[in-house]
């Protein structure tokens, strides 16, 4: 009887680690790890005449005329593709199935990751104050940027807008000298990341990889020599896979910085750099609070953090004018001294104690905190993973994504107007009983920024997809409720945040419009 | 004939689910052997603490956070289908609680654990020294859907486990040493989240969790009456990353732990098959935990299924 029990026993175990060790492979993949190639549905051969955002003309910056297909130059440039393709490892023919994916989306894709990396409170110093990283020492902790999301929605917007207006110049010479890929010169050479008809005379990709690197002065400067290293393979795997002659290469990278740096020389003159402001800027929040019989907003950190970027709201917006982010400021939150807010006020303990599990998962999902992507990459990466089964060209990408991300940052600057007019104190600021179900945001409650992004996020967006436009509405709301739910937001925060953020979202919808890609 | 064991496990299992994490010491990890058809149930409470923490290597506190406070109760249950096997689960309800900052707690059931304890050798070696080697299997899976992504609130992590373990243990007359080493497999986990980022961002809900090695070592005296030992043991996560500086930690993240402590039990003679005990554990080092000082104490009942031998030993006396 025992020696049977022992064999089972024996038995029962090695099935356990049998089936331990097949559990053993738990590799995991990204959503977009494995996506085709990009074949767009439509050329977009007319975008060389889109409305351009800062650039006055599409021939701004002169881009050479190519040499003929059939010069000694370009015969070099087949030679050199040729050789690529007789040697490819597993490794670069992996670069070339990414970056064939799409440009627009891969650099958005490091956007998002670099904002998550780079979106961490500075830690306090002994004295109980906090370091402000600088930009002009940026590898010193604290590292520069602290991505937040002001910070964060102002990057994307940059880089969307400075890569939308490159491409445009380069649809632009596209159609101007019409100088096909070079899989359509040389029938010998691989197309390794699909065919289209578009020229390849500046190369889009590496129009893309310039702008974008060229941007990274301006917002990320620590990672200048990690996305020069992405820049190298975006552009290898072009002429490795046959999509674009070396000297297609070199033509848009050129282009793509020249274009760049006129949206750098505008960020440096956005008034983004003062947004920090200065302790007596910080205290007088206060005392304007205090002069209009309101209790201010205290930050619920310790040692007490400056609030977060109190001057974004007078940053420059690409889409809302300086009067527009005053005309479009709602009314004010309920006083803090009526018994409408102490209403809001209980209703907020009540909520987080009967959250429900489906309600913190929403909570969790919407988060965006702390090491995150925040809101703005959030909806970029719905936007994204919606746009991949949309098919469009690089060019429309681009746009689309100009416009989300323009929305977001004038969301960002209304939001954060708004949010330092009325200085309104978050929940657990009126009653420290409330425990919140996520990080309570270092800067005052009113309007919530969740509501706004998501708003403005939903309404161009919706524009873009008129088919999933009930879907960004409804995940909007739930962005929206989960900052009520989890305790760091009164009611009238997101109901009012999300009206603002849907008119913001709607300056962007003029423009779309009208600037000749849907007409 | 493998079935109709595995259901008599599993039916086991289902009787002993209502049981626990807390003293995991007490049974899965030492050398001592249940009664034939005896069923020892027991309740503990566990009340584990921090105030500092490691966040990678740094060492350090968090004004934000104050103590860290997680208690648990739990029921456990431990059977001995013969003297050289037997099943032991366990199921804590855990409550987590922080001192300071706005973050709010976190409570419910955690994760059924279970074990597969056989004593594979023994051996005397001389007139009053005993050699015994145990081989061990067990698992956990969560019970409840709780978050994950909450740490240092999260009751759990909520990853499924299998874990092997090889104890050997020495005893001369009432001292006695144990020494073990366990590997433990952990699952993916799934979070509410569409996107993280551990030194990458990473698209998707799915969260990679490095297995763990964990070695515990214990020696002290061992009666009828009393078990009065030291421990010591280190948990490794082979894999995982740092938390960096001012982020939150992440369930992925490569926990590493260090511990020392004491632990007694006292079985009653008056009432038959009644013990009480206490521990005390404290972190000596750590990376991506809390420097947690622990302390639990439990009550444990025996029920005699054998009434032939209703003088069989007792659990703590399987080695005289």
């Known amino acids: 009887m025992n020696m049977h029990i022992h064999i089972y026993a024996f038995r029962f175990l090695s099935i356990l680690a049998l089936t331990a060790m097949l559990a053993c492979n738990k590799s995991i993949s990204n959503a977009t790890a494995s996506l085709p190639s990009l074949t767009p549905a439509n050329e977009d051969l007319n975008a060389g005449s889109w409305k351009t955002i800062l650039l006055t003309r599409p021939d701004t910056f002169a881009v050479a005329a190519p040499a003929a297909t059939t010069s ?78 002001p910070y964060a929605a102002r990057a994307y917007a940059y880089v969307s807008a400075a890569q939308y207006d490159a ?28 065919k289209t008809s ?36 975006q552009e290898f795997s072009l002429i490795a896979s046959g999509a674009a002659a070396p000297s297609d290469v070199t033509a848009g990278e050129a282009l793509g910085r020249q274009v760049a740096d006129v949206f750098i020389a505008r960020g440096r003159a956005d008034n983004a750099g003062k947004a ?97 992507w925040t809101p703005p990459g959030h909806w970029d990466y719905i936007a994204a993973q919606d746009f991949i089964g949309q098919n469009y060209s690089e060019v429309r990408w681009a746009r689309n994504m100009a416009l989300l991300n323009m929305a977001e940052m004038d969301a960002g600057i209304v939001c954060w107007s708004i949010k330092y007019y009325y200085f309104n104190p978050r929940p657990s600021d009126m009653d420290p009983a409330i425990r919140t179900l996520t990080g309570v945001p270092n800067f005052p409650s009113y309007v919530s920024g969740h509501a706004m992004f998501s708003s403005a996020a939903a309404a161009i967006l919706g524009y873009l997809i008129p088919a999933r436009a009930q879907a960004y509405a409804t995940m909007a709301q739930q962005a929206a409720d989960s900052r009520v739910w989890s305790g ?29 890609a849907d007409q | 004939m493998k079935l109709p064991f595995t259901r008599r496990i599993l039916t086991l299992l289902a009787l ?50 104050g103590t860290v406070k997680t208690q648990m109760v739990s029921l456990m249950g431990i059977y001995g289908i013969t003297r050289h096997l037997a099943v032991v689960a366990n199921a804590p309800y855990v409550w987590t609680d922080a001192t300071a900052g706005t973050l709010h707690g976190m409570h419910g059931i955690q994760d059924l654990s279970g074990w597969l304890k056989w004593e594979a050798f023994r051996q005397k070696i001389g007139s009053k020294g005993v050699f015994s080697l145990f081989a061990l299997a067990g698992g956990s ?35 006695f040493a144990t020494a073990s080493g366990t590997y433990t497999w952990r699952s993916n986990i799934t979070i ?107 009550v444990f009942y025996i029920f005699d299924f054998n009434h032939k031998s209703k003088t069989a030993e007792t659990p703590t006396l399987k080695t005289k």
């Open chain 1, 488 to 516: 760091i937001h009164y009611s009238i925060d997101c109901t009012t945040g999300a009206t603002v953020g849907q008119n913001v979202g709607n300056y962007a919808v003029q423009r779309a419009m009208i600037d000749g």
């Open chain 2, 16 to 65: 002993l689910l209502t049981a626990c994490q807390g003293l995991r010491a007490q049974t899965d990890e030492d050398a001592i052997m249940m009664g034939k058809y005896d069923l020892c149930t027991g309740l503990t409470y566990t009340h584990s603490s921090w105030d500092y923490y490691w966040e990678g290597t740094y060492h350090r506190n968090n004004y934000n956070l």
């Open chain 1, 72 to 149: 000694p130059a370009y015969a070099a440039d087949l030679n050199e593709i040729k050789g690529y393709q007789a040697h490819l490892t597993s490794d670069q023919l992996g670069q070339i199935k990414y970056w064939s994916a799409g440009g627009v989306l891969r650099w958005n894709e490091t956007m998002r990751e670099l904002v998550a990396k780079y979106n961490l409170p500075p830690y306090q110093l002994p004295n109980g104050t906090y370091p402000i990283p600088s930009s002009t020492n940026p590898f010193a902790y604290p590292l520069f940027p602290f991505s937040n999301p």
């Open chain 1, 198 to 233: 578009l020229p390849s005379y500046p190369s889009e990709g590496a129009v893309l990889a310039g702008a974008t690197a060229e941007m990274m002065q301006l917002l990320f400067p620590d990672e200048i020599a990690s996305i020069q290293t992405k820049l190298q393979q």
């Open chain 2, 192 to 298: 509410d989240e569409q996107s993280y980022y551990t030194t990458e961002l990473h698209l998707t809900n799915q969260v990679q969790m490095p297995n763990q090695m964990a070695y515990n070592f214990r020696t002290g005296y061992r009666s009828n009456r009393w078990i009065i030992e030291a421990l010591f043991s280190d948990m490794v996560t082979l894999g995982g990353f740092d938390i960096r500086k001012n982020d939150m930690p992440f369930p992925s993240n490569k926990m590493n732990a260090t511990m020392a402590g004491a632990h007694v039990k006292y079985e009653f003679k008056a009432i038959k098959g009644l013990s009480l005990t206490a521990a005390g554990n404290y972190t000596v080092a750590g990376r991506n935990v809390g420097q947690a000082t622990t302390i639990d104490a439990g």
């Open chain 2, 141 to 175: 899976v969560p019970l409840t859907n709780y978050l994950a992504d909450y740490l240092p609130l999260s009751i759990g992590l909520h990853s499924r486990t299998a874990s092997g373990r090889i104890i050997a243990d020495y005893q001369l007359g009432h001292f």
């Open chain 1, 167 to 194: 491409l445009i110049a380069c649809w632009h010479y596209k159609t101007l000298y019409n100088r096909g890929a070079p899989y359509t010169v040389d029938s010998t050479v691989k197309a390794l990341a699909g």
């Open chain 1, 276 to 372: 920090v402001g200065t302790p007596s800027i910080w205290a007088s929040f206060v005392t304007t609070a205090e002069a209009n019989n309101q209790q201010p907003w205290i930050s619920l950190e310790t040692p007490a953090r400056p609030p977060m970027l109190p001057l974004f709201g007078a940053v420059k917006g690409f889409l809302v004018d300086s009067a527009a982010v005053v005309s479009l400021r709602p009314g004010p939150p309920p006083s803090t001294g009526s018994d409408s807010m102490k209403a809001d006020v209980q209703a907020a303990y009540n909520t987080v104690k009967n959250a429900t599990r489906e309600q913190l998962s929403l909570v969790q999902f919407w988060a965006d905190g702390v090491g995150t």
